[in-house]
């Protein structure tokens, strides 16, 4: 089966249609890239597969493991092993990284049982340490405020972190706008890479060429005017990086 379907996704914002039929299936263990120029709708597909309240799904489906989607709540998203990385996290002062972390697994927990006590400090701190030496992180990291001061990379780094400790089993990571730094790639593509394997989809959505020379996917989508235009393998981002998107575009409108 297959991990998270989209089929003939209509999508509008106040009344204004961007995702216009979009189609696309993510499997277990693939690695998806999703590209596009400005403006055509990539994080309206991001926040629509999360469930955020102003994109108006008008037609189509999502579905998750067979299941449609379209009803849950984005914490019931959530908890059924989708995740996605925010393009602007917020900060928390006062809530380490290490605090807010365990809070997450815990309202997890909870929701699934709610008698559950919780994960033990002892048994946290173990899983924690893992994680943090997988990807390669200071230990200090997690005794810092959330997001408070971080730089670009350390946002991503506390992004991947709540990733490893969330274990998706679809990660949806919007890599687009502003503020991505090479470093801030780097940690985001080693992340992606030491936590992918058969159990995760992921669905990378940028419009930076860059990212896929870190990140290997394993299908790369155009994405323009509301719907994917082209899909290939992981040649097709090196001919958008020589060609750019406009030989795309009469296709594109083809299919308007
Ligand atoms: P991309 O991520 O590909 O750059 P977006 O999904 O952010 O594109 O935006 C797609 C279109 O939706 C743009 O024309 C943008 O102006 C419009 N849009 C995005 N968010 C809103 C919003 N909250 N209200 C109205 N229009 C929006
Ligand atoms: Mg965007």
Known sequence: MSQLEIKNLHVSIEDKEILKGLSLTINQGEIHAIMGPNGTGKSTLAYTLMGHPNYTVTQGEIL???????????????RAGIFLAFQYPVAIPGVTVANFLRSAINSRRRAENPTDKGITIAEFRKMLTEKMKMLKMDPSFAGRYLNDGFSGGEKKRAEILQMATLKPEIAILDE?????????????????????????GVLVITHYQRLLNYIKPHFVHVMMGGRIVESGGPELALHLEERGYDWLREKAEEAA
Do not use: H, Y
């Not at 780097?186 to 995760?200: D, F, K, M």
């Open 64 to 78: 998750f493991k067979g299941q449609n989607i379209l009803e849950l709540e984005p914490d019931e998203r959530s």
């Open 176 to 200: 687009t706008d502003s503020g991505l730094d090479i470093d801030a790639l780097r940690i985001v593509s080693e992340g992606v890479n030491a936590l992918s394997g058969p159990n995760l």
